[in-house]
Nanobody
Framework: QVQLVESGGGLVQPGGSLTLSCAASGSFFSMGWYRQAPGNQRDLVAAITSVGNTNYADSVKGRFTISRDNAKNTVYLQMNSLKPEDTGVYYC???????????WGQGTQVTVSS
């Protein structure tokens, strides 16, 4: 059974920083983070493949950095210059390539507020 264990959410003031971590119980082709704000759909924030190719939402480019440690099956999201609109539940995602199967963590709340 696949397990994704997330950590690092919390309350931060605008302009602050947070780092999210997600440890997986196995290795995956792609790992990443999605964000869901109240009343909105779950949208991609950032993702990274096992060879280091990255993809970011336009709204976080230049502020967030995704990285992964393949030896630890762990993905990180360094979030800087946080804005109130970054508030939401952040879900860790892990995906296999063939077949394409998505796995999800339970989510961690990030709140950006003064």
């Amino acid at each position: 059974q696949v397990q994704l264990v997330e950590s690092g959410g919390g309350l931060v003031q605008p302009g602050g920083s947070l780092t999210l971590s997600c440890a997986a119980s196995g290795s995956f082709f792609s790992m990443g983070w999605y964000r869901q704000a109240p009343g909105n759909q779950r949208d991609l924030v950032a993702a990274i493949t096992s060879v280091g190719n990255t993809n970011y939402a336009d709204s976080v480019k230049g502020r967030f950095t995704i990285s992964r440690d393949n030896a630890k099956n762990t993905v990180y999201l360094q979030m800087n210059s946080l804005k109130p609109e970054d508030t939401g539940v952040y879900y860790c995602n892990a995906r296999t390539l063939r077949p394409r199967i998505n796995y999800w963590g339970q989510g961690t709340q990030v709140t950006v507020s003064s």
